[in-house]
């Protein structure tokens, strides 16, 4: 159909993943030695936008089983609290915001994309 589908679609399936990344690093606030971890955008951004394929083992796929997602997992080297762990609850509730911010973003983009092509084939 359209490029711009799969990559809505991607990009919706990229934030549901660093959405149970964020959550994780949220319920384990309180764990010693945990190291909060994310998932950056730019390994998505450039295949999608110059087709670089994975190059890095800590690239990771998505749970999803087929789907060819990628993304960069990261494990944030910020100062640690006195028990090891460096999760900052106020900085992951930022970026889980963020998060839905895109989230939402790219589901009204798709939405918006179906309505065009269903008025276009009704003839309006």
């Known amino acids: 159909m359209d490029k711009g589908f799969n990559i809505l679609e991607r990009l919706i399936q990229v934030a549901n993943i660093r959405h149970r990344v964020l959550a994780s690093n949220i319920s384990n606030t309180d764990t010693p030695g945990y190291r909060a971890k994310d998932i950056s955008f730019k390994g998505f951004i450039d295949e999608e936008v110059t087709g670089l394929a994975t190059t890095d083992p800590h690239h990771i796929k998505s749970a999803s089983g087929g789907s060819d997602i990628?993304?960069?997992?990261?494990?944030?080297?910020?100062l640690s609290w006195g028990d090891g762990n460096n999760v900052e609850l106020d900085m992951e509730m930022a970026k889980m915001t963020?998060?839905?911010l895109l989230y939402e973003a790219g589901i009204?983009?798709?939405s918006?994309?179906?309505r065009m092509f269903r008025n276009a084939l009704r003839g309006r």
Do not use: D, P, R
Not at 70 to 78: D, H, L
């Open 70 to 78: 990628e993304g960069e997992m990261m494990v944030e080297t910020t």
């Open 98 to 100: 963020e998060n839905a």
């Open 108 to 110: 009204k983009l798709l």
């Open 112 to 114: 918006t994309k179906i």
